[in-house]
């Protein structure tokens, strides 16, 4: 999940490097994504990316990370319907 989220921030251009999104959008050391490259960001890390995107003003982003911090075992779940 954490690869997912960095592609995601990295083609965003929010992101240059796995240090960058480590420390300044996940507010953990410097090697975290690299470390725990293939598991789920913990609680903490996810929350402190949600109000990094949201004080950006990337919304949709935030909504989208707030979904895999509610329901992570739902990754696809829906947060609206498309009615």
């Not at 251009?13 to 953990?28: D, I, P, Q």
């Not at 990337?58 to 329901?71: E, G, H, S």
Request: with cysteine; net charge positive; charged share 25%.
């Amino acid at each position: 999940m954490i690869n997912d989220l960095y592609d995601m921030m990295a083609e965003r251009g929010l992101t240059h490097s796995r240090r960058h999104f480590s420390t300044e959008l996940l507010g953990a050391a410097h090697n975290y994504a690299t470390t725990n490259r293939h598991g789920r960001p913990s609680d903490s890390a996810l929350l402190h990316l949600i109000r990094w995107l949201y004080g950006r003003g990337r919304y949709i982003l935030a909504l989208y990370c707030l979904q895999k911090l509610v329901w992570p075992e739902r990754p696809d779940r829906r947060l609206w319907s498309g009615r």
